[in-house]
């Protein structure tokens, strides 16, 4: 897996929901993502996964810092938790075209 700072043309994360996952911390974490999210959007684009419109939303409304409109949203119920964060890991080279299915439940 090449380190961070090789070139690369976006960072997926998939937003914190999960009691199991994160214990009593859910909206603790969530505050960190966003801290993360902020610190990366000025410089590159931000692939965010969310369960669906309205989590989209709310997390929308949350994304008040400078390069916010890089964050791109990919609704997906997703019935792993960490789904990007905790496997699925690849990596390609930057002229290569991805497609993932997560379950049949979104596309991109």
Not at 14 to 37: A, Y
Not at 79 to 103: A, D, E, H, Q, W
Request: charged fraction near 20%; hydrophobic fraction near 40%.
């Amino acid at each position: 897996m090449p380190a961070e700072w090789q070139p690369h043309r976006a960072t997926w994360l998939s937003w914190p929901k999960d009691p199991e996952t994160w214990p009593d911390r859910v909206p603790q974490v969530e505050d960190i993502f966003l801290q993360m999210m902020a610190a990366l959007a000025p410089h590159e684009k931000v692939n965010l996964l969310v369960d669906d419109e309205a989590s989209e939303q709310a997390v929308r409304a949350r994304c008040n810092f400078a390069g916010a409109q890089k964050i791109h949203f990919h609704r997906c119920a997703r019935l792993i938790p960490g789904y990007v964060t905790t496997g699925r890991t690849f990596s390609c080279p930057m002229n290569f075209s991805l497609t993932v299915n997560c379950g049949g439940a979104c596309h991109w």
